[in-house]
């Protein structure tokens, strides 16, 4: 039973760039969020899809969207990258299907802007 | 306002010591609250959940408590090991139409040899 993957693992960007981040959910789950986790702090929610649609979002700038596929798949797209934005990029599924909210986080992204 | 506050913010400690790290927090309605370990660089991976009505939690050496009238909870490790070096969030969950969560900033704890 495969767990939460993302990929890539590492990225190195420069200020203006776009950036593409993918996620794979832990299987049977059907529902992504995102988070961003700077460094020395927790993470910082982003967005949570479902059923191919964002259901809840964070703080965060319109420069950051998301996509959730058929496969409960999701990406995270960051456009014009700012230097703030290099930080460490969680991914974390869950099921609908069992009364249950336990998240399970991938192992991250960790991005750098230049 | 919903928040969660873990002290300290870092700790070091002998390898073989005990340790005790505490969360506070204002989160309301509440659903449930986990502890969670992550290794730098890499995600977080739960080691225990508590519901409202549930006062202890072990996971082999950790033992989480959680004080919800006061709205405080601790996390204790025993006889540390190397491995235990990492931060640990506290994470509170509540319900608002959808579960929602609210992450502690950490704690990062060095265990020395």
């Known amino acids: 039973d495969a767990g939460v993957t993302q990929s890539p693992t590492h990225l190195i960007k420069t200020r203006g760039q776009q950036v593409t981040l993918r996620c794979s959910p832990k299987?049977?789950?059907?529902?992504v969020s995102w988070y961003q986790q700077a460094l020395g702090q927790g993470p910082q929610f982003i967005f949570q899809?479902?059923?191919?649609?964002?259901?809840q979002r964070g703080n965060f700038p319109d420069r950051f969207s998301g996509h959730q596929f058929p496969n409960y798949s999701s990406e995270l797209n960051v456009n014009a990258l700012l230097l703030g934005d290099s930080a460490l990029y969680l991914c974390?599924?869950?099921?609908?299907?069992?009364?249950?909210?336990?998240?399970?986080f991938g192992p991250g992204t960790r991005l750098t802007v230049l | 306002k919903n928040q969660v506050e873990q002290s300290p913010q870092s700790l070091i400690i002998l390898e073989g010591k005990n340790c005790t790290l505490q969360?506070?927090?204002?989160?309301?309605?509440?659903?449930?609250l986990r502890w969670y370990k992550q290794d730098t660089g890499r995600g977080p991976v739960s080691l225990t959940i508590?519901?409202?009505?549930?006062n202890t939690k072990s996971n082999g050496r950790y033992t989480a408590t959680l004080d919800a009238d006061t709205k405080q909870s601790s996390l204790h490790i025993t006889a540390s090991q190397l491995s235990d070096s990492a931060s640990y969030i506290c994470?509170?969950?509540?319900?608002?139409?959808?579960?929602?969560?609210?992450f502690g900033t950490g704690t990062r704890l060095k265990v020395l040899a």
């Open positions: 974390a599924s869950r099921t609908t299907r069992l009364s249950t909210d336990t998240q399970y």
């Open positions: 299987s049977g789950h059907d529902t």
């Open positions: 899809y479902y059923e191919e649609e964002e259901r």
């Open positions: 969360c506070n927090y204002t989160v309301s309605p509440f659903s449930n």
């Open positions: 508590m519901t409202f009505s549930e």
């Open positions: 994470v509170v969950s509540f319900t608002s139409g959808t579960y929602k969560y609210i």
